[in-house]
């Protein structure tokens, strides 16, 4: 199945593009998109422990499973003060 990742913020930079699109197995979760994309972009060995995910709009938990055409967007924690 095939799903666009967008990347936000330092994961852009990170990468080098603001979006892509990848081929997953059927039943994939999120968990096993962000190990796909460390593999594709060592430079985001980082995700695991810091990476805001959504999917279609809504924030989800790595044990999500995907579907075929889901926009899923990965943002970087926020602090403020």
């Known amino acids: 199945m095939k799903v666009t990742v967008r ?3 330092r994961y852009r930079s990170l ?3 603001g979006e892509e699109e990848v081929e997953l197995p059927e039943g994939s979760t999120v968990r096993d998109l962000i190990e ?3 593999e594709l972009h060592p430079v985001l060995k980082v995700l695991k422990n810091e990476v805001n995910v959504s999917r279609n709009g809504c924030y989800v938990r790595f044990d999500e499973i995907l579907k075929e055409g ?4 990965l ?3 926020v602090s403020g003060g």
């Open 7 to 9: 990347y936000f913020a």
């Open 70 to 73: 889901d926009v899923v967007a």
């Open 36 to 38: 796909l994309l460390e």
């Open 75 to 77: 943002f970087p924690p």
């Open 15 to 17: 990468v080098g593009k």
